[in-house]
């Protein structure tokens, strides 16, 4: 599977993007997928992650409420709507997939494929 992250930019707080995560290959419905960000000097966290249906989905507490995940299996695609963008929102945004079973996938190292990375700037 191969990612292809799009959607970043720089905007002000309390704007709204829409990342997309556009997938290659065979049976993107059977991954899990997720989107991480990493800001300099810090650690690669989760945002949030969705299972293969689209039916379940988990969020770190600092974006409940204003950021959606989403999924279009018809169209291999992943989404991140983000709402009321703060400047702690900042980051490098990552899609990744997981083969792993089950619900939706918190741990980084569960993941198996990612994408190259999309710039969220959020000015205040």
């Known amino acids: 599977v191969q990612l292809q992250a799009s959607g970043g930019g720089l905007v002000q707080a309390g704007d709204s993007l829409r990342l997309s995560c556009a997938a290659s290959?065979?049976?993107?419905?059977?991954?899990?997928m997720g989107w991480f960000r990493q800001a300099p000097g810090e650690e690669r966290d989760l945002v949030a992650a969705?299972?293969?249906?689209?039916?379940?989905?988990r969020y770190a507490d600092s974006v409940k409420g204003r950021f959606t995940i989403s999924r279009d299996n018809a169209k291999n695609t992943v989404y991140l709507q983000m709402n009321s963008l703060k400047p702690e929102d900042t980051a490098v945004y990552y899609c990744a997939a997981s083969g792993r079973y089950g619900g939706p996938i918190s741990s980084a190292s569960d993941y198996e494929y990612w994408g190259q990375g999309t710039q969220v700037t959020v000015s205040s």
């Open positions: 290959g065979r049976s993107f419905s059977r991954y899990g």
């Open positions: 969705i299972n293969w249906s689209g039916g379940s989905t």
